[in-house]
T-cell receptor, first 115, second 113 residues
Framework: AQTVTQSQPEMSVQEAETVTLSCTYDTSESDYYLFWYKQPPSRQMILVIRQEAYKQQNATENRFSVNFQKAAKSFSLKISDSQLGDAAMYFCAYRSVSVISGLTFGEGTQLTVNP | SQTIHQWPATLVQPVGSPLSLECTVEGTSNPNLYWYRQAAGRGLQLLFYSVGIGQISSEVPQNLSASRPQDRQFILSSKKLLLSDSGFYLC????????????FGPGTRLTVL
């Protein structure tokens, strides 16, 4: 079974600064998908960014980018130019290639953005 | 466009009472459907998933059950709630292509007293 570990329960960043959230995972599969989800106080789960394991290039979505290290099984999220609206719980998630596969989540990192 | 609804938004139930949470998806056909539970301050745990009407797979043995009576309807049930069933329940759907993301509903907050 796959596991996802987020070792930082809480992180804080100053507005306009950059912050990196860590995620490691364990799997015996060679192909899979990795995700970062954001959960604001409304508790709605919002997809931030997605990475396919077969792609060597790190995914980027505007101010959000990942550092995907497949051999190390590491998948960190970098948020540049942090905004107050980025404050939320961030979850790293793993999904097998199977179409019907559910997501395996980490325990989350609570991000605070200080003005 | 596709939307996903969950009902009710909040629920307070006594121990031993039954439970029925509903999830409906609009704007798509034959979705894969999922039930997750989130304990306070924790990550999400997959409970059930379904690839079609009447087809339910359970990920975690527990006090809960799921049913899919219609293509776009997914129901989470219990005959007798336990205190440990308290949590935030999220329904999600995904399309048929391999790399589709899962789209989450607004969730139901369940408190068992």
């Amino acid at each position: 079974a796959q596991t996802v570990t987020q070792s930082q329960p809480e992180m804080s960043v100053q507005e306009a600064e950059t912050v990196t959230l860590s995620c490691t995972y364990d799997t015996s599969e060679s192909d899979y998908y990795l995700f970062w989800y954001k959960q604001p106080p409304s508790r709605q789960m919002i997809l931030v960014i997605r990475q396919e394991a077969y792609k060597q290039q790190n995914a980027t979505e505007n101010r959000f980018s990942v550092n995907f290290q497949k051999a190390a099984k590491s998948f960190s999220l970098k948020i540049s130019d942090s905004q107050l609206g980025d404050a939320a719980m961030y979850f790293c998630a793993y999904r097998s290639v199977s179409v019907i596969s559910g997501l395996t989540f980490g325990e989350g990192t609570q991000l605070t953005v200080n003005p | 466009s596709q939307t996903i609804h969950q009902w009710p938004a909040t629920l307070v139930q006594p121990v031993g009472s039954p439970l029925s949470l509903e999830c409906t998806v609009e704007g798509t056909s034959n979705p894969n459907l999922y039930w997750y539970r989130q304990a306070a301050g924790r990550g999400l745990q997959l409970l059930f998933y379904s690839v079609g009407i009447g087809q339910i797979s359970s990920e975690v043995p527990q006090n809960l059950s799921a049913s899919r009576p219609q293509d776009r309807q997914f129901i989470l049930s219990s005959k007798k709630l336990l205190l440990s069933d308290s949590g935030f329940y999220l329904c999600a759907w995904s399309g048929g292509t391999v790399n589709n993301e899962q789209f989450f509903g607004p969730g139901t907050r369940l408190t068992v007293l």
